[in-house]
């Protein structure tokens, strides 16, 4: 439905590198505005992605907050201006929290600097930059 109504499309993909990537290729022109969000899949698949599809971005939940080791190196082999943060609010919960909102946000970039050993402001300047990318806005 994004694509005839000319909106990004968001693709929430669980356990399916390969059928995705087969169905993306099959219906989506190589340029359009993709988010893939709350991010579980594959480095290979990430790579993929972001070279087959130009303006794809990949939603990366609170989830980098925990002590996950894949989630974390998905954050670091991931370009910055690949990115997108999230916290798939109420349901993935970062480190130390119940539940996810839209305010932990300045967490998840603070995990991210850490991670990428960039500065916090650099990483939230981009994420402004990635989100007009994608959205317009």
Known sequence: MAIPLGYPL???SRAADRDT???LRRKVPRDWKMHIHSFRGSIQFMEAMIEEFPNAYIGLPGIVTMADPD???LCRRCPLEKLLLETDSPYLPLMGHTYSHPGLIPEVIRKVAEL???PE???AAMMRRNVRAVYGI
Do not use: G, S, Y
């Open 10 to 12: 968001v693709v929430h």
């Open 116 to 118: 990428k050993a960039v």
């Open 121 to 123: 402001r650099e990483v």
């Open 21 to 23: 990537l087969r169905v």
């Open 71 to 73: 989630a974390q190196e």
